[in-house]
């Protein structure tokens, strides 16, 4: 399969502990996006990325978290001292430039802070 | 702040029938694309329109992008129950931010068999 993959699925964290997410983009993309989608809304923008650097971040992205893409491959998206407003799918996404915006996207992370 | 009105929010219809569902803004968009997304899956992209006016068909799908690029419709014919999902529409800015998308909060359609 050489979509989008994103890892974990699923993950169930108590309030106040530390989370990772991993995402793998589409492999000559070189542009990769976060996005966060909670119960009755569509994606809301997080963070983009063209290659290694982080080209735009949203205000939706406080500073408990954090995006990094070393090597401009896959991505990792960390949430510090995770709250219960936090729960929601991360979805990750890739394009590649020169194609517009059609992005790609993995079948999320669903994350649930108890 | 671009925004994207989806309508209708819900949409139970029969096999066989026809749908249409609308996503409208009063922003102008460079590109919009439209997604089809099952319960606790990702987005899956149906398809991009580009040019003011323009119609896409995918089998029984259409697509058309308003002239102004301020809207767009998709158009479902003889409906089955395997287009059940939550259908998305994503607009794509023009100049700064322009590789953001902005969705609407989708129209959820179930066909009922």
């Known amino acids: 399969d050489t979509g989008v993959s994103q890892n974990p699925r699923h993950k169930i964290t108590k309030r106040g502990q530390n989370v990772t997410f991993r995402c793998d983009p589409i492999?000559?993309?070189?542009?990769l996006y976060w996005y966060r989608q909670t119960l009755g809304q569509g994606p809301e923008f997080l963070t983009y990325f063209q290659n290694e650097a982080q080209l735009e971040k949203s205000r939706l992205l406080s500073d408990r978290f954090s995006a990094e893409r070393p090597k401009g491959s896959f991505s990792t998206l960390e949430i510090q001292r995770t709250e219960q407003g936090d729960s929601a799918m991360y979805l990750c996404a890739s394009s590649l430039r020169g194609t517009g915006t059609e992005a790609f996207f993995g079948q999320g992370t669903r994350l649930t802070v108890v | 702040t671009q925004l994207l009105e989806q309508s209708p929010q819900f949409l139970s219809i029969q096999e066989g029938e026809n749908l249409t569902v609308y996503c409208n803004s009063s922003s102008v968009f460079s590109s919009l694309q439209w997604y089809r997304q099952e319960p606790g899956e990702g987005p899956v992209l149906l398809v991009t329109?580009?040019?003011?006016?323009e119609v896409k068909k995918l089998k029984r799908l259409t697509f058309q992008f308003g002239d102004a690029r301020k809207d767009s419709s998709l158009h479902i014919t003889a409906a089955q129950p395997g287009d059940t999902g939550l259908y998305l529409c994503?607009?794509?800015?023009?100049?700064?931010?322009?590789?953001?998308?902005?969705f609407g909060k989708g129209t959820k359609l179930s066909v009922i068999p």
């Open positions: 994503a607009g794509a800015g023009s100049g700064a931010g322009s590789y953001q998308l902005t």
């Open positions: 492999s000559e993309h070189n542009r």
């Open positions: 329109v580009v040019t003011g006016g």
